[in-house]
């Protein structure tokens, strides 16, 4: 067993004999896993229209890995004509992808997270699709929070890197960001606040990353399942706080899902259809083990192995990072 996949679907690696199955379509097969992701249809437009030009079959596997266990389309991975397996996923589906690639299944990765966190690539796609729902959010509670002179605190998808805070909240026009990368401190939430009101901006607005936690505690976990742990709630405790502290009223705004979902914005749209005709050139050229990535504005390829272990954090001292500071945004520490 690897990774829970019987021995049975491994590809067999001899060559064709049968004259029937020798006359086959190549097929190559497609499976996205983890989160839904703004973006998904468009890789796999690119992938199976890019396939179609080398007169390639797809088999799309329904339920991302399980899909692929019995009684999915499992057979189809028997067949000697099947080349490549393309695998959309985020960090864990690469770590399944390099496992079954050193199995024997020859794999191609898509990198897809709207987190951004994935090694080895500047972006993923459904990043931008989400930051582009944070700063609409922001746009519509600035008139909330300066009509009523309220803080709102919003409360955005990030759960260990908190680029979607850090972009959604320069987007937007945050005062206030607070994201994993940087421990936060409510006193200096508070003063920060409170200047803003001592200059006559009574308003506020504060994004915080799901994984976003104070200098001295912990990360707020609903609830675990399976070794995996569920994020969400520090948006509250922090309105709370800064509510304590300032005597402001202050209301909290969870996007959650909303981030994950809806139309992809033009830039994902366009980098995951690059995304998806790059996989199958990359299955073409017998690439296997490698991920499709994107640096310096082109679509290149990396090894699997590179993406993977390793999670792409927002550099505190970084040249975002500075940027917002520069704008007057404050980081809470
Ligand atoms: O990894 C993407 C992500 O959106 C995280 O930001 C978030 O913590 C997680 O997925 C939520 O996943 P689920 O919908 O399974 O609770």
């Known amino acids: 067993m690897i990774n829970g996949l019987p021995a049975a ?30 973006g998904l249809n468009a890789v796999l437009r690119g992938v199976v229209l890019a396939a179609e030009k080398l007169g390639w079959e797809v088999v799309g596997f329904r339920d991302g890995f399980e899909g692929l266990l019995p009684p999915g389309n499992h057979v189809i991975l028997d067949r000697e004509r099947v080349k490549a397996l393309i695998i959309v996923g985020g960090d864990g589906s690469m770590v399944t992808a390099q496992q079954l690639q050193e199995a024997g299944i020859n794999c191609i990765g898509v990198p897809k997270s709207i987190d951004n966190d994935l090694e080895a690539t500047a972006t993923t796609f459904g990043f931008d699709s989400a930051v582009d729902v944070v700063m609409d959010a922001l746009d519509r509670l600035h008139t909330t929070a300066i009509s009523h002179k309220r803080v709102m605190v919003v409360e955005v998808m990030g759960r260990h890197a908190g680029w979607i805070a850090l972009h959604g909240g320069i987007a937007g026009g945050a005062d206030i960001i607070l994201i994993p990368e940087i421990p936060f401190d409510y006193e200096k939430i508070a003063s920060v606040i409170k200047a803003r009101d001592a200059a006559g901006n009574l308003g506020s607005l504060v994004v915080a990353a799901e994984g976003a936690r104070p200098r001295d505690g912990q990360q707020v976990k609903r609830d675990t399942k399976d070794g995996e742990f569920r994020l969400g709630g520090i948006g509250e405790i922090v309105a709370h706080e800064i509510a304590k502290r300032t005597g402001k009223e202050t209301r909290c705004c969870v996007l959650g899902h909303l981030q994950r979902g809806g139309a992809p914005t033009t830039l994902d749209r366009i980098l995951a259809t690059r995304f998806g005709v790059k996989a199958v050139q990359l299955a073409n050229e017998e690439h296997f083990g490698s991920m499709v990535s994107y640096q310096n504005y082109q679509v290149r390829q990396v090894p699997i192995a590179e993406a993977v272990n390793r999670l792409r954090l927002v550099p505190p001292n970084g040249e975002v990072v500075q940027t917002a500071r520069d704008v007057e945004i404050s980081f809470g520490d």
């Open 9 to 38: 679907v491994l590809p067999k690696q001899r060559k064709c004999s049968d004259p029937i199955v020798a006359k086959m379509k190549p097929r190559i097969g497609v499976l996205t896993s983890g989160g839904d992701c703004p």
